[in-house]
Nanobody
Framework: QVHVVESGGGLAQPGGSLRLSCAAS????????MAWYRQAPGKQRELVAA???????KYGDSVKGRFTISRDKAKNTVTLQMNSLKPEDTAVYYC???????????????WGQGTQVTVSS
């Protein structure tokens, strides 16, 4: 099995910073991409940031210039550094792994349980 676990959520003040981490474990054959999504109450889930196996990144328009995604391939972890936080960043943040289980050809998406980020003064 493949397991995805997020950590690092919490409370921050506007203008502050938080760093989220996502660790993948289990029978992982290969990882195509890892990403962060978020969902605020009453709103659609949206892409925050993604990084593929080659290191190419993409960001949601609302976080460009403020958030940075990075990956440690050796540890199968991905980090989201969030700077200049705004109240509208408040949401549950979910880590997504797109990859293959060991010995499997088909790629799947694996999700973490989510971690709450609250930005408030």
């Amino acid at each position: 099995q493949v397991h995805v676990v997020e950590s690092g959520g919490g409370l921050a003040q506007p203008g502050g910073s938080l760093r989220l981490s996502c660790a993948a474990s289990g029978s992982i054959g290969s990882i195509n991409a890892m990403a962060w999504y978020r969902q605020a109450p009453g709103k659609q889930r949206e892409l925050v940031a993604a990084i593929n196996a080659g290191g190419a990144t993409k960001y949601g328009d609302s976080v460009k210039g403020r958030f940075t995604i990075s990956r440690d391939k050796a540890k199968n972890t991905v980090t989201l550094q969030m700077n200049s936080l705004k109240p509208e960043d408040t949401a549950v943040y979910y880590c997504n792994l797109q990859g293959r289980r060991l010995f499997m050809t088909r790629a799947n998406n694996y999700w973490g349980q989510g971690t709450q980020v609250t930005v408030s003064s």
